[in-house]
């Protein structure tokens, strides 16, 4: 973000807080939207720690569910699209509330070039 804008912040009369809160943050919420959204896709769909950690069948995260309905000898395809479906609820919705930042980031970054 170019110093310029804090500091024409401040020629007008602006105190930190105040530039911070109308300068900075509408210009870094694109960014914070987009690392909060990797970092809730990586928490929420890792396997590997609760495959570690999880010691009884009823504590399971989905993804090991999901691993489990594989790994039975027989392939229920139908449970199999449910669960697959069901996992994906939650990241869309997050995606949808993230929407407009991530646009704003997006169109950004098209107008500087």
Known sequence: MPRELEESAFLD???DLIAFWRITLPLALP??????LIAFL???SEFAIGWLFVDSGDKVTLGMAIWGLLNTGFISWSRLSAAAI????????IFFVLQKYLLRGFLIGIAEE
């Open 13 to 15: 009369g602006a105190t």
């Open 31 to 36: 960014s914070i939207a987009v690392a909060a």
């Open 42 to 44: 990586i928490g929420y």
């Open 86 to 93: 069901l996992m994906s609820v939650p990241v869309v919705i």
